[in-house]
């Protein structure tokens, strides 16, 4: 992941007041949504100086003094778009990944880009566990012998039963 630029000590008045005018009225949820520019991973992005920034950083240091140059800032409402300082806490990448499988946000199962399995195939997979050799399984699946190992022990599609 690319660092962060360290932010501007000082806003400049013209682009606070662009910032301020791209934020929406409260959500429901609290969230307070960037309706400016978002990148294409949804975070709302905005020029200070000609440089870009990602909003929810610029109104988190805003708010609180605090830059939180190298590290992530995380939501809380899971929400790229919302800027709302309240919504937001810095964090490490682990502890930010940690957040994620523990909200089951992460790419996991048939969500993952490079699966190769279904589900169904998973759990036949894992079934067949003692039944027939991981050379046997893995040729039938048409995968690696130590994927099948690690479906049958647990290591991956960890959420089957």
């Known amino acids: 992941m690319a660092r962060a630029k360290p932010l501007p000590d000082i806003l400049p008045l013209v682009s606070a007041w662009t910032i ?12 307070r949504l960037w309706l400016g520019h978002c990148n294409k991973n949804g975070y709302g992005t905005c020029n200070i100086d000609g440089k870009r920034y990602l909003v929810h950083r610029v109104l988190y240091k ?3 003094g605090i830059d939180p140059n190298c590290l992530n800032l995380n939501h809380t409402c899971d929400n790229p778009q919302c800027c709302n300082p309240d919504h937001l806490w810095i964090g490490t990448q682990e502890q930010g990944n ?5 909200k089951r946000r992460h790419a996991h ?8 399995l279904t589900e169904a195939e998973a759990k ?24 099948v190992s690690k479906i049958q022990n647990g290591v991956a599609w960890k959420h089957l039963k």
Request: glycine content about 14%.
């Open 109 to 116: 199962g048939e969500t993952h880009g490079r699966r190769k």
């Open 98 to 102: 940690k957040d994620a499988v523990s």
């Open 62 to 64: 805003m708010a609180t």
């Open 124 to 147: 036949k997979i894992k079934n067949l566990k003692g039944k027939l050799s991981l050379r046997a399984c893995a040729r039938r699946f048409g995968v690696v012998m130590s994927c």
């Open 20 to 31: 301020f005018q791209n934020i929406g009225p409260v959500t429901r949820g609290g969230c």
